[in-house]
């Protein structure tokens, strides 16, 4: 499987706004739910938002509830991440993946294990 290509991150002012782009490919992530997460320095990796495989249902987690936007257009091969109202604590690297979402604790995993290299989003105060 060949690993997910993310990009748009940067350095933006607090309060600003990045839109951040996945490129997938291969047949399972157009069949797959598709989700968003992001590893701050010195901090586990963490999940951030996911969308389902058709598109209709999303999930975010409760820091960026209301503040970031997923989407997906499986005619591109494409995961989008739309954030706003940026705080320094976004301040990560960001990964897509295609998830599953763990019946132990119902959080949304990585399905497949592997990450890309991720894009760095920086937010200054």
């Known amino acids: 499987q060949v690993p997910p290509v993310e990009s748009g991150g940067g350095l933006v002012q607090a309060g600003g706004s990045l839109r951040l782009s996945c490129s997938a490919y291969?047949?399972?992530?157009?069949?797959?739910?598709l989700g968003w997460f992001r590893q701050a320095p010195g901090k586990e990796r963490e999940y951030v938002a996911a969308?389902?495989?058709?598109?209709?249902?999303?999930y975010y987690a409760d820091s960026v509830k209301g503040r970031f936007t997923v989407s997906r257009d499986d005619a591109k091969r494409a995961l989008y991440l739309q954030m706003n109202a940026l705080k320094p604590e976004d301040t990560a690297v960001y990964y897509c993946?295609?998830?599953?979402?763990?019946?132990?604790?119902?959080?949304?995993?990585?399905?497949?294990?592997?990450w890309g290299q991720g894009t760095l989003v920086t937010v200054s105060s």
């Open positions: 291969g047949d399972t992530f157009s069949r797959s739910a």
């Open positions: 969308v389902s495989w058709t598109g209709d249902s999303t």
């Open positions: 993946a295609a998830v599953v979402l763990r019946d132990s604790d119902d959080e949304w995993v990585n399905a497949l294990g592997t």
